[in-house]
């Protein structure tokens, strides 16, 4: 029963996203082709892809190691994305914007499925150290947002939209961001022990 509870939010998890990816394509009821690459520059997006990717793998090699410690990242990062938008972007921008459309699927269902999937139906075990892994996509994330938000050349630049360099305080969200992940990643790692 808990493999086959596993594999129906899975395919949720992965179907979602392949209609919410489609839907970014299209405005005002037309095919835009330049408006399907505006999610990319998202945290949220590309952790859900990844969500999804890690989601249909474990539909159909859910016994691989490998693939467990992918539905493990990419579990950390959802919930990354969730708890961002609960503790800082909801209060800042408000909950009914960040819960709006698409966003409600990506900053709490999925986020929510993914966690139910992982921590009841595919339990697994793993050394400690592995709980570095959690951590990678928010580092490489960091990376990329600081260069494009700071120091990439003017007419490239991308506006600040997570607010992580509000005040000039980027240092706060360069801790902050992966000490969360981690923890998090942790989190994840001893609720698997129970």
């Known amino acids: 029963m808990f493999r086959t509870v596993s594999i129906i939010i899975n395919a949720i998890i992965f ?3 392949v209609v919410l990816t489609v839907l970014f394509f299209r405005k005002d009821g037309k095919w835009a082709w330049a408006n399907g690459k505006r999610p990319l520059k998202y945290f949220t997006f590309e ?3 990844l969500c999804a990717i890690a989601s249909l793998l474990m539909i159909f090699l859910p016994e691989i190691y ?3 410690i992918i539905k493990f990242v990419a ?10 938008v609960l503790v800082f972007l909801g209060p800042a921008i408000g909950y009914k914007r960040v819960f709006s459309k698409h966003d ?5 269902v999925n986020p929510i499925l993914a966690l139910v999937s992982f921590c009841i139906f595919e339990r697994g075990t793993m050394p400690f150290v592995h709980c570095l892994f959690g951590i990678i996509p928010v580092v490489l994330y960091a990376i990329m947002y600081g260069y494009k938000v700071m120091l990439a050349k003017e007419e490239k630049r991308w506006e600040d ?6 005040g000039g305080k980027w240092y706060i969200s360069v801790i902050l961001l992966p000490l969360g992940a ?13």
């Open 161 to 166: 939209f997570y607010g992580f360099n509000k």
């Open 75 to 84: 579990t950390v990062a959802v919930t990354v994305t969730m708890v961002t």
């Open 104 to 108: 409600f699927w990506m900053h709490l």
């Open 182 to 194: 981690f923890l998090i990643s942790v989190g994840l790692w001893a609720i698997q022990l129970l």
């Open 47 to 49: 952790s859900n892809v």
């Open 66 to 68: 490998p693939v467990w």
């Open 15 to 17: 179907l979602d996203m």
